[in-house]
């Protein structure tokens, strides 16, 4: 720990401080950091070193890994800020982290889990009156133990799933408002295809959509897990500069109008016009809180334009939509997700009586997952004992994992139970 200490404060330039050993490689090497996204957000879970010959073992006890966060003008805990990352595991790749059996570069996989921030590339900080989630500037040295060869110098990012979208897109309305999106388009397509849209909560606002796409585990979308139920879909990812919910002047929750509905219609309406290939007829609509809220309001202003909704953490308040929007989006196929102990978006004043309203009105394709907690979905942080917080439903939604009615009873499609993304892909307007 001292050597990697002493290492860092000098910046990283002390690696010939064994430079007579023989194994030495080089003074400073290169390295590529992997980010994925989690249950609970993205995480730096690999590191993927450039080595200068072949190799055909590496073992994770030999490697020392520190990393320093930092984010312009916002201060960060110190332990969460700098410290020792834990080495869980090491095997020979390529340089972009494949398995081989010889090669010239080595993967570290790192520790990753909810309660170690040390391991996030995002910082949430209030930065000009709106909190949100922000890339941090996330730097490592990594050392071995035994040469003596220290890599401290970042030479690419790896993103998982991500860098499958498209990342460069935006979208002007009218003369002031613009918004950034990502898109991914399948591959290997017989039919058209559906598409999925994804609407970020009130945290990834701003123009990096990679923000939208990792903020929550939203990527997933792409995965061939969820791409599978549907025979292939196009997935859009719109981000909104600050937050869905803006209206005028502060926020709504429905009882005016936002700034941005509008707009948003518009960008998917030309995405559909610019891709032929996509289903008209299967064109899905989710997101959580801010997006939420969205998603409800793009199926109260155009009930006959979309195939199904799946919203999770609902910040649309029931109080205000009327009878009048309840007849309108009965008939559309929605699934709600909710925990009971939601302290942001509370249930008894959105999604639970918003669900009885339509049930009450006849709705017959609707169904509301209503859990008592948020928890560890993964069993590694101790499963139903370890809980999120409340407001995080979506994990579920994201994973696939919401399979019951508000009653408890499994949702059912002709004769067996299925999943919220299982149900989803069987909608399709007639």
């Known amino acids: 720990m001292a050597v990697l200490i002493s290492l860092v404060d000098l910046g990283g330039t002390a690696a010939n401080a064994k430079a007579n050993n023989k194994n030495t490689l080089a003074a400073s090497g290169d390295y590529r950091w992997v980010v994925e996204g989690f249950d609970w957000g993205p995480a730096v879970n690999k590191v993927i070193l450039s080595l200068g010959e072949k190799v055909k073992e590496a073992k994770a006890n030999q490697y020392q890994v520190f990393a320093m966060r930092s984010l312009e003008g916002v201060d960060i805990a110190p332990e969460n800020a700098s410290g020792m990352r ?221 195939a199904g909704g799946y919203i999770s953490a609902l910040a649309y308040h029931n109080e205000f939509i009327s009878d009048a929007q309840i007849q309108k989006i009965k008939n559309v196929p929605m699934w709600f997700v909710h925990s009971k102990d939601d302290p942001t978006t509370v249930a008894d004043l959105t999604a639970v009586p918003l669900y009885s309203r339509l049930k009450a009105a006849g709705a017959k394709n609707v169904f509301f997952t209503l859990y008592d907690h948020v928890t560890d979905i993964t069993g590694f942080y101790g499963g139903e004992n370890y809980r999120y917080n409340g407001h995080w439903s979506w994990i579920y939604s994201h994973a696939n994992t919401a399979r019951t009615d508000f009653d408890g009873s499994p949702v059912m499609l002709n004769g067996r139970p299925v999943t919220i993304m299982e149900w989803l892909a069987a909608q399709k307007k007639k």
């Open 86 to 306: 834990s080495v869980v595991y090491a095997y020979v790749s390529d340089e972009k982290g494949n398995r081989v059996e010889e090669g010239q570069n080595i993967t570290l996989v790192l520790a990753v889990s909810p309660t170690l921030p040390l391991g996030s590339p995002f910082q949430y900080a209030r930065i000009n009156n709106r909190g949100s989630n922000y890339w941090v500037d996330y730097k490592m040295t990594v050392i071995h133990t035994g040469s003596g060869q220290v890599w401290n110098n970042p030479v690419g990012k790896i993103m998982p799933l991500v860098d499958q979208f498209d990342l460069s897109k935006q979208y002007k309305y009218g003369d002031n408002l613009s918004m950034s999106y990502a898109v991914y388009t399948p591959s290997s397509l017989k039919t058209k295809a559906p598409l999925i849209i994804w609407l970020h909560g009130g945290g990834e606002g701003g123009y990096d959509p990679t923000v939208a796409l990792l903020g929550n585990k939203a990527a997933n979308y792409a995965s061939p897990e969820i791409q599978v139920l549907f025979g292939g879909a196009y997935v859009l990812v719109p981000q909104t500069p600050t937050f869905w919910m803006q209206a005028a002047e502060g926020m709504t929750r429905g009882q005016e109008n936002d700034i941005y509905n509008e707009a948003l219609f518009a960008l998917i309406q030309e995405y559909v016009s610019n891709n032929p290939n996509i289903d008209p007829k299967r064109i899905y609509v989710g997101g959580c809180s801010n997006g939420g809220y969205m998603s409800l309001k793009l199926i109260i202003e155009h009930p006959d334009y979309f």
